[in-house]
Nanobody, 124 residues
Framework: QVHLVESGGGLVQPGGSLRLSCAAS????????VGWFRQVPGQEREGISC????????FYANSVKGRFTISRDNSKNTVYLRMNSLKPEDTAVYYC?????????????????WGQGTQVTVSS
């Protein structure tokens, strides 16, 4: 049974930080690229960061570049998203997803497995 489980979301003040975790099980995690997406009600799911499986290269959307950092620990089957300098516009449900493609992307249809999401709310 394939599972991706996000954790670490919550309520944080503007300028604060959170670290999201995505724990994988049921598949060979090391062979998959992983992406983080977020979604606000009424809007499309937005890809914000991803990490390749083959070379570990990381990518960021302009909206989070310089503030968010993605990392993976294959020994723990886990990917992390460190979020600093959070802004109210970062408020969303955050999802992790896994892709078997050689290079990760910000295209949701490229991903085979998805977690259930974790809510991040940035508010004073």
């Amino acid at each position: 049974q394939v599972h991706l489980v996000e954790s670490g979301g919550g309520l944080v003040q503007p300028g604060g930080s959170l670290r999201l975790s995505c724990a994988a099980s049921g598949f060979r995690f090391g062979y998959y690229g992983v992406g983080w997406f977020r979604q606000v009600p009424g809007q499309e799911r937005e890809g914000i960061s991803c990490v390749n499986t083959n070379d570990g290269q990381t990518f960021y959307a302009n909206s989070v570049k310089g503030r968010f950092t993605i990392s993976r620990d294959n020994s723990k089957n886990t990917v992390y998203l460190r979020m600093n300098s959070l802004k109210p516009e970062d408020t969303a449900v955050y999802y992790c997803a896994a892709t078997r493609q050689l290079f990760c992307s910000f295209v949701a249809d490229d991903y085979s497995y998805w977690g259930q999401g974790t809510q991040v709310t940035v508010s004073s």
